[in-house]
């Protein structure tokens, strides 16, 4: 897939505003962006760090991926998203692989981003994110 860098690490939070204020005031980072993904039932908020962001999660329903996660284990490290081209060969390549994709094709991610997820199974327990800008390549 030869990724170009860690386009973000998402984290599951029980409250946004709480979890922004920490990474605002404690590490100093500015959060760029609120957003709300309605497709995935979350609020979402960034940070820049470099060339990797953050993304802090928050359920907006119990019955969405990130509030079974957080009913299931708590708040937490949630995925790893890479920065890839042509998101869909790079599906296709994993799924060649053997990969257990959970999408197995893109969908709308926040930040206007085309996003996939490959399956923890098949990724020694990490749930991996691929994502391509595919409106403002950098
Ligand atoms: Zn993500």
Known sequence: M???HIEHIGIAVNNLASAIEFYEKVLGLKCYNIEEVRD???K????????TKIELLESTDPDSAIGKFIAGRGEGLHHIAFAVNDIEKQLKHAEDNGVRLIDAKPKKGAEG???AFL???STSGVLIEICENKTNKF
Do not use: C, M, N
Request: hydrophobic fraction near 35%; avoid cysteine.
């Open 2 to 4: 030869k990724p170009s």
């Open 40 to 42: 995935q039932k979350v």
């Open 44 to 51: 979402t908020a960034f940070f820049k760090v470099g060339d």
């Open 113 to 115: 981003l085309e996003i």
């Open 119 to 121: 399956h923890p199974k």
